[in-house]
């Protein structure tokens, strides 16, 4: 007889199981294009979404994001803001891998965390989420104010379709999956 491995605390295991699959959304609501991450996670709110799949804003609560992140899952989106030199408004998806992140030892400010802080701290706490996208988009005004610039709120779509490209393959890579066990 053959059992299926273990896999992250909580989660169903077996030919018929769910993978779990976090969607995040980060950022400051007070400082303009930081915004992006929740408003791409208020656009996605209302759409259906995979049995499996949790979408939710964690706008400055990176602690909670970390220890939401403890319970284990198998694909984790991050969307989030990301300067990397591009034009403001250009969404990339970015691979990450958590394991490459020096441990934390810096003092954590419970009311923001930066994603590096949130793998850095994920680490020191010996776990790690698995395979781990980023939705980013290049700002253009991360200083205080309301209100996305317009480059990034222009950008928003093609963030939504990003996350839902992402959804949309791991339910195909799902179905192939369930579709060798029954054989």
């Not at 969404?91 to 850095?120: K, N, R, W, Y």
Request: hydrophobic fraction near 40%; proline fraction near 8%; charged fraction near 20%.
């Amino acid at each position: 007889m053959t059992s299926d491995p273990p896999g992250p605390p909580d989660t169903p295991t077996g030919p018929d199981a769910t993978r779990r699959t976090l969607v995040a959304g980060v950022g400051n609501i007070f400082q303009r294009d930081d915004a992006f991450g929740v408003e791409v996670i208020r656009l996605l709110a209302d759409t259906p979404r995979p049995a499996g799949v949790e979408i939710a804003d964690f706008g400055i609560r990176g602690v909670h994001l970390v220890y939401e992140l403890l319970g284990g899952c198998d694909l984790f989106v991050l969307v989030d803001v990301v300067q990397r030199g591009h034009a403001a408004g250009t969404v990339t998806v970015l691979e990450v891998d958590p394991e490459h992140m020096p441990p934390g030892g810096a003092v954590m400010d419970g009311h923001g965390l930066a994603p590096d802080q949130i793998f850095s701290m994920l680490t020191a706490m010996g776990a790690r989420p698995g395979r781990t996208l980023v939705v980013a988009c290049e700002p253009a005004d991360v200083s205080e104010g309301m209100g996305l610039s317009d480059q990034v709120r222009e950008a928003l779509p093609a963030a939504v379709r990003a996350v839902e490209e992402i959804l949309d393959q791991v339910q195909q890579e799902e179905g192939a999956r369930n579709g060798i066990q029954a054989r």
